[in-house]
């Protein structure tokens, strides 16, 4: 049986152009960035113009792009750069209960450090009120970091307001970009934001490379100290290598016209497994509000693992963790609101541009087959 990845949301692998762009890295072009001699031309040049091209599909300008090692480090770098530059003036973060653990376990960290955190909920498809983050703001508070669009169920959040919102109360506005970036709109100025992140390893560049937007003018203390690179927000010679992989990523991610493709084969996918589950299968998020690539799905009275591992050489994600030999629900789906009944089945399958017709029909078929043929496929 052929193995089918649906779980573009977790990770994508590098896209054969982008591993072409990255070739003479690893070969000759190893100079440090830095040098200043011709060693190092090629690596300085090839780093600055990966700056323009994440810039590019931003719509900012390359100056305001810090490279990172990934999504949790920019996110990191939000947050706690913001924290001890803006410490003065403040102590209060607004963000929400259904951001990433890059967000959180960062909150979590500053609260012990003093800061004062409100979570915000979320409504039953994982949004969260702009209103809510407008009564949350107080005088010292100094930041709003809300994800752009969840990675579990893929719900978008309504971060156009949400920046209008901080903007009129000159709060800096923080998104995590992550999971969106190459699937949605992701200008920096129409969605209103000062800070945005983004992972490579999301948009078919390597692991261990992302960037964070930080607009102009805006102060952050850094988490790496040392010497001066990225304009002095992050110490450590600079990888041309992962620059250029992310860099021609971001290009190729310029072009959305695919999405339109990838969310009529998802919605095609719900329609199946409707037909074939009736209402023992629900939908997770948001019904139009959602990244296209992006189905989560519950099957009723039935762990997510269990189903998933039942449907061989089938790549996707559960909704649910193992914890001390203990399967719990997501904390995502928990702040939905969804019954633990219900998130216990949940199974995220993610797909990509590239995902065929036939993939999606032989995960259907799969399902199918071990739903007719498993009678103790519910156990209550
Ligand atoms: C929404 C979101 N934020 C942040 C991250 C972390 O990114 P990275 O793995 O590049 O550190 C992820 C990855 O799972 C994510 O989905």
Redesign the pocket.
């Given at each position: 049986m052929t193995n089918i990845y649906l779980d573009y949301?977790?990770?994508t692998p590098i896209d054969p152009a982008v591993a072409a762009a990255m070739r003479p890295f690893l070969d000759e072009a190893f100079g440090n960035p830095s040098s200043g001699h011709w060693a190092s031309t090629p690596a300085k040049a090839a780093l600055e113009d990966a700056r323009g091209q994440v810039a590019e599909l931003l719509g900012c300008a390359p100056d305001e792009i810090v490279f990172t090692?990934?999504?949790?480090?920019?996110?990191n770098l939000a947050l706690k750069g913001t924290f001890f530059s803006l410490r003065d003036k403040g102590d209060h973060i607004i963000t929400s209960v259904a951001?990433?653990p890059?967000?959180l376990a960062p909150c979590r960290f500053l609260e012990r450090l003093g800061a004062r955190v409100t979570y915000l909920p979320v409504d039953g498809t994982g949004r969260v009120d702009p209103e809510a983050v407008r009564r949350a703001i107080t005088p010292r508070t100094v930041l709003i970091s809300i994800?752009h669009?969840?990675?579990e169920v893929g719900t978008i959040q309504p971060t156009e307001e949400i920046g209008a919102i901080a903007r009129e109360h000159g709060i800096r506005f923080h998104t995590?970009a992550?999971?969106s970036v190459g699937k949605i709109p992701t200008g920096v100025d129409s969605l209103g934001v000062d800070l945005l992140?983004i992972?490579?390893?999301?948009l078919y560049a390597p692991?261990g490379i992302?960037a964070l937007y930080v607009r102009r003018g805006v102060e952050l203390e850094p988490l790496i100290h040392g010497a001066a690179h990225e304009r002095g927000r992050r110490a450590g010679t600079e990888s041309a290598l992962l620059a250029v992989g992310l860099g021609t990523a971001c290009s190729l991610a310029m072009d959305l016209e695919p999405m339109a493709r990838v969310r009529a084969l998802r919605d095609r996918f719900w329609q199946a497994l409707r037909e074939d589950f009736g209402d023992d299968i629900v939908l997770n998020g948001h019904p139009e509000h959602r990244l296209p690539n992006t189905l989560n799905v519950s099957f009723v009275g039935v762990i997510g693992a269990e189903i998933l591992a039942g449907l061989e050489g089938v790549a996707g994600s559960t909704g649910s963790a193992c914890h001390a030999g203990r399967v719990e629900l997501s904390p995502v789906l928990a702040a939905m609101g969804v019954p633990e009944r219900v998130g216990m089945g949940a199974v995220r399958f993610s797909l990509r541009r590239s995902t065929t017709d036939a993939d999606i029909d032989a995960v259907v078929g799969r399902l199918r087959s071990r739903h007719g043929a498993d009678a103790g496929w519910r156990h209550g």
């Open positions: 949301n977790a990770s090692s990934g999504g949790s480090e920019a996110n951001e990433h890059a967000v994800m669009a969840n990675n995590d992550a999971q992140s992972a490579g390893h999301k692991k992302g």
